[in-house]
């Protein structure tokens, strides 16, 4: 079973355990092969199945940004994309997820109908009961062949699964504050993010998660593709940040495990300061904050 690193606002009993029902996630760091799908699949079930006997309770599991066919050579990525409900890689980890009763969340390009070369850099989030939810990367990288390959989108669904709301995000969504804010101004409070972030960038990957988790007092779950490969360098394994964004995950090799406790968003933002909701006195303009009550108003 992992050690969990906790933030002090975290509710414990006397033997140090949450005092409410708490359910474990696994973060997958892996190198999958490019344009081998079939075999990506089987390695990332391997893991799957590795982080199940290393701790029991795992009940989320997250992958690489396009773990199906690698994020490498993209330009070649639209002869994997398949479709996000009927594809081989819908049908495998849902099959995984039922067997094994958890949620995985992964990367994959997703193909659209009438579009030969028209694909979105995807991620499912399926559970025992098939896809919970799909989402479409919002934010393409301009350094890479990413923004002339995909299609951006334009949805960012939020849905409850395992007693917690849950969001989607693709690597460089994490770069933004404003995405996570909107993911937890529509309820989420746990943010999965499949991502191939990469080298030299790999303390800006890990202070964006934690960044992402303060910002909106929301659980933050990213794992990385890692690998030397002819474009890039992915050398940053992901971890989980709690909302407090502090790191509430332990390494066990490639994989990342730590714990989820549903009530601890509501805890922290009620501990620390609502950062969603704001202060219904308070009036933004320009980047500064201005009392609506006269009375709050003193010289300086």
């Known amino acids: 079973m992992a050690q969990v ?42 893991a799957i199945r590795e982080a199940v006997r290393e701790s029991p ?21 639209y002869r994997y994309a398949e479709d996000a409900h009927s594809g081989v890689s819908a049908r495998f980890f849902t099959g995984l997820a039922r067997d094994l009763d958890l949620h995985i969340a992964y990367g994959f390009p997703e193909s659209v109908p009438g579009m030969e070369k028209g694909v979105y850099d995807s991620a499912n989030l399926v559970g025992p009961e098939g896809i919970a939810a799909t989402y479409r990367k919002w934010n393409l990288v301009r350094t890479t062949a990413e923004y002339w390959v995909f299609m951006a989108g334009t949805e960012l669904p939020v849905v409850e699964a395992q007693g917690m709301l849950v969001a989607l995000a693709v690597c460089w969504d994490l770069g933004f504050p404003e995405f996570s804010r909107e993911a937890a101004m529509s309820g989420a409070d746990l943010i999965l993010a ?10 800006q990957y890990d ?10 007092g929301v659980y933050v779950a990213s794992a990385n593709q890692l690998g030397d490969y002819p474009e890039a360098r992915f050398d940053a394994p992901g971890h989980v940040h709690g909302p407090d964004g502090v790191r509430v995950s332990q390494s066990f090799g490639t994989i990342s495990i730590g714990i989820l406790e549903p009530e601890a968003p ?9 950062t969603i909701a704001g202060d219904d006195n308070l009036t933004v303009i320009g980047g500064d904050a201005y009392s609506n009550d006269a009375s709050a108003v003193s010289s300086s």
């Open 57 to 77: 309770s795992v009940a989320w599991i997250v992958l690489p940004e396009l773990i199906t066919c690698g994020y490498s050579n993209l330009k070649s990525v």
């Open 5 to 46: 690193i906790e933030g002090d606002f975290h509710t414990v009993d006397h033997v140090g355990t949450p005092e409410h029902e708490t359910s474990s996630i696994a973060c997958l760091n892996l190198r999958p092969t490019p344009g081998d799908a079939a075999g990506n699949l089987m390695m990332a079930e391997r």
């Open 266 to 274: 509501a805890r922290w933002r009620a501990i620390y300061g609502n």
């Open 207 to 216: 202070l964006s998660c934690a960044a992402r988790a303060l910002d909106s």
């Open 194 to 203: 499949p991502a191939a972030w990469r080298s030299p960038w790999k303390s």
